[in-house]
């Protein structure tokens, strides 16, 4: 016996994962979210080689990839932070119960 056996049945790991979160995004919309803004950052750096510090806009360019750069770090952190969350929701009603856990009431005295 698992611990997915004692959610209501109907209610997946998905459904348990996504009432823990309270409406906040999941993992794989971090990640779309990271790796979009990661091209941009790549056009962005690519641009700022093509440049030289001479240029007016170098400063500019440098300015936008540094905060490109933090804002890649943060989605990568929030994506990180929620899959851990998912996967520790999945390993925990995946794992077997102790015999203990589940019929030890049935022995106790009134």
């Known amino acids: 016996m698992n611990v997915a056996n004692e959610i209501s049945p109907g209610v997946t790991p998905d459904a348990v994962i ?11 919309f971090w990640r779309e979210l990271r790796e979009s803004l990661q091209e941009r950052l790549s056009s962005a750096v690519e641009n700022l080689g093509q440049i030289t510090p001479e240029h007016p806009d170098y400063k500019a360019q440098e300015t936008r990839v540094a905060e490109l750069r933090q ?10 932070v929620t899959e851990f969350v998912e996967d520790s929701i999945r390993r925990t009603l ?16 009134d």
């Open 71 to 80: 804002q890649v770090r943060a989605l990568a952190t929030e994506e990180a």
């Open 94 to 109: 995946n794992r077997p119960l102790r015999f203990g856990a589940v019929y030890m009431d049935e022995f106790d005295e």
């Open 18 to 28: 996504e009432e823990f979160l309270e409406g906040e995004p999941r993992a794989e």
